[in-house]
């Protein structure tokens, strides 16, 4: 990672940022769309736009095919190629360090968000807006994608206070200001929107059309979307511990009166041996709720010990830009 800041004083307005990560079946279609429609955008408002794509350290032919649309677009193309794979974050926040334009746009490389979308993006961005989150209509995702993100939406939102209606959608626009903002922050792992979102002094949140993935995969699998949003809520509250620290209070409460119910039980009716097995399952329940307290405290430890290791975010192998 360099520590090299941006030149901002050429004639860039827009940068647009495309983390990639094995997606060589599909960037062929993403070039065939996204070219023209930034063409057409620039011709329209009168701006000069430039295309960063990250590779991600994928382990198909992606820095290949990115290295050939270099060559053939070198004038609004620059291409970051990680020495290793590093997540889709840490590519967004390579792509803002080596981003030039005033406005920049965040877009996956699946086309699952159309390029032809960026047109409203900057329109909110030029009219005075610092950050523009998206809201995906129609959604293609399974039922189950679909009801887990908005169940995480919601309790992200009621420990976070941080309002995003559709936080899993990448394409999102920023000020330059809101950008060189997030890039002082230092944290090893971040939720670049909600960070961004807590900097913002005029958000706004526009529809945008959602298509089905051209191809390949998802790049998230389950425990990736979990770990996710444990990074999101643990990095932007500690409210988890706050209510962890209740429920143990609550807890000790019951078992201490459970205990005191049971000493008089005793010593009125004598012993005796049932309900034993209700004792076995309130003491599983306990070490239960106990364990799942660890494992949050670790979440906040494990952050600590990152942050305090201070290793680069990411290491940047090369970079194809024009001087």
């Not at 039980?265 to 309130?282: I, K, M, S």
């Not at 799942?292 to 194809?320: A, K």
Request: proline share 3%; aromatic share 10%; hydrophobic share 40%.
């Amino acid at each position: 990672m360099t520590d090299n800041l941006p030149d901002h004083t050429n004639a860039t307005q827009l940068s647009i940022i495309v983390p990639v990560y094995n997606e060589e079946e599909g960037l062929q279609a993403l070039f065939d769309r996204l070219y023209p429609a930034l063409d057409a955008l620039a011709a329209k408002r009168h701006l000069r736009y430039e295309i960063v794509f990250v590779n991600d350290g994928s382990k198909d032919r992606s820095a290949g095919i990115l290295s050939k649309q270099y060559e053939i677009r070198p004038d609004v193309t620059r291409v970051v190629l990680f020495h290793s794979n590093f997540g889709q974050h840490m590519a967004i926040m390579a792509g803002f360090e080596y981003a030039r334009g005033q406005y920049i746009v965040t877009l996956d490389a699946d086309l699952q968000n159309p390029p032809e979308e960026i047109d409203a993006l900057v329109n909110e961005l030029l009219a005075g807006h610092d950050y523009v989150g998206t809201i995906r209509e129609q959604r293609r995702d399974s039922w189950f994608r679909k009801s887990a993100s908005r169940a995480m939406n919601h309790l992200r939102q009621r420990i976070t206070r941080i309002t995003m209606t559709d936080q899993g959608c990448m394409l999102r626009g920023y000020h330059r200001r809101i950008v060189d903002l997030v890039r002082q922050c230092d944290e090893s792992n971040t939720f670049i929107p909600a960070l961004a979102y807590t900097f913002s002094a005029s958000p706004t949140e526009i529809n945008v059309k959602h298509e089905e993935r051209f191809a390949g995969e998802s790049k998230y699998s389950l425990y990736q979307l979990i770990r996710l949003n444990f990074d999101l809520v643990t990095g932007f509250s500690v409210m988890p511990l706050q209510i962890f620290s209740i429920l143990g209070m609550l807890l000790s409460l019951a078992a201490g009166t459970l205990f005191a119910y049971l000493l008089v039980r005793r010593f009125v009716l004598g012993a005796e041996v049932e309900g034993v097995f209700t004792l076995f399952a309130l003491t599983f329940f306990l070490i239960g709720v106990m364990l799942f307290g660890l494992g949050l405290l670790g979440e906040y430890v494990g952050r600590i010990y990152q942050q305090i290791r201070q290793r680069p975010r990411y290491v940047v192998q090369t970079v194809l830009e024009q001087p």
